[in-house]
T-cell receptor, first 116, second 110 residues
Framework: GAVVSQHPSRVICKSGTSVKIECRSL??????MFWYRQFPKQSLMLMATSNEGSKATYEQGVEKDKFLINHASLTLSTLTVTSAHPEDSSFYIC????????????FGQGTRLTVV | GIQVEQSPPDLILQEGANSTLRCNFSDSVNNLQWFHQNPWGQLINLFY?????KQNGRLSATTVATERYSLLYISSSQTTDSGVYFC????????????WGAGTKLIIKP
């Protein structure tokens, strides 16, 4: 199957700082990528849809200014958590589909963010 | 919108046992996937199965699209099968945005 690489896998940062998470499709092009957040013992919650070359579409209740998404190329989307606070601590996961196939979605390894 | 329900929510089995996980969805879908989330959080694609039956080793899945359900079968369970199994569906006209079930937590005891 296709490979999606997410980096870093784990990050600890201080309150008030910003953290950037990268999501790369390694062997296919993805015009659309998705960013999820997962709370303990819960399912995935969609945060935003990242569209190559245009603005991301955010789900209701997700702060655009706090969670900045950039999808500058067909293989890379980034999520920046700005001015992080302890309540932003969570597991963040990205996914991508091969734009030419429009079939299954593949997921990155996830990023465990801890804000102290 | 579409509702996705998974059952059972929790399942504890002895190694070697077989299991069946169910996913019901409330509307017609273009995409249905089964995932295994391991203890480290990695989501592993098991099946892309909007309809029909597929098998991969000890795992198999069947989706009956007309009746809006899918089943995941795990035979001869191993401790490494432990984790959470998610079903997710999508519609083509929703940009293939996945709608997720709540998951089934499977624990395989040695």
């Amino acid at each position: 199957g296709a490979v999606v690489s997410q980096h870093p896998s784990r990050v600890i940062c201080k309150s008030g700082t910003s953290v950037k998470i990268e999501c790369r499709s390694l062997d296919f092009q993805a015009t659309t990528m998705f960013w999820y957040r997962q709370f303990p013992k819960q399912s995935l919650m969609l945060m935003a849809t990242s569209n190559e070359g245009s603005k991301a579409t955010y789900e209701q209740g997700v702060e655009k200014d706090k969670f900045l998404i950039n999808h500058a190329s067909l293989t890379l989307s980034t999520l920046t958590v700005t001015s992080a606070h302890p309540e932003d601590s969570s597991f963040y996961i990205c996914s991508a589909r091969d734009s030419t196939l429009n079939t299954e979605a593949f997921f990155g390894q996830g990023t465990r963010l801890t804000v102290v | 919108g579409i509702q996705v329900e998974q059952s059972p929510p929790d399942l504890i089995l002895q190694e070697g046992a077989n299991s069946t996980l169910r996913c019901n969805f409330s509307d017609s879908v273009n995409n249905l996937q089964w995932f295994h989330q391991n203890p480290w959080g990695q989501l592993i694609n098991l099946f892309y199965i909007p309809s029909g039956t597929k098998q991969n080793g000890r795992l198999s899945a069947t989706t009956v699209a007309t009746e809006r359900y899918s089943l995941l079968y795990i035979s001869s369970s191993q401790t490494t099968d432990s984790g959470v199994y998610f079903c997710a569906v999508a519609l083509m006209d929703s940009n293939y945005q996945l709608i997720w079930g709540a998951g089934t937590k499977l624990i395989i005891k040695p």
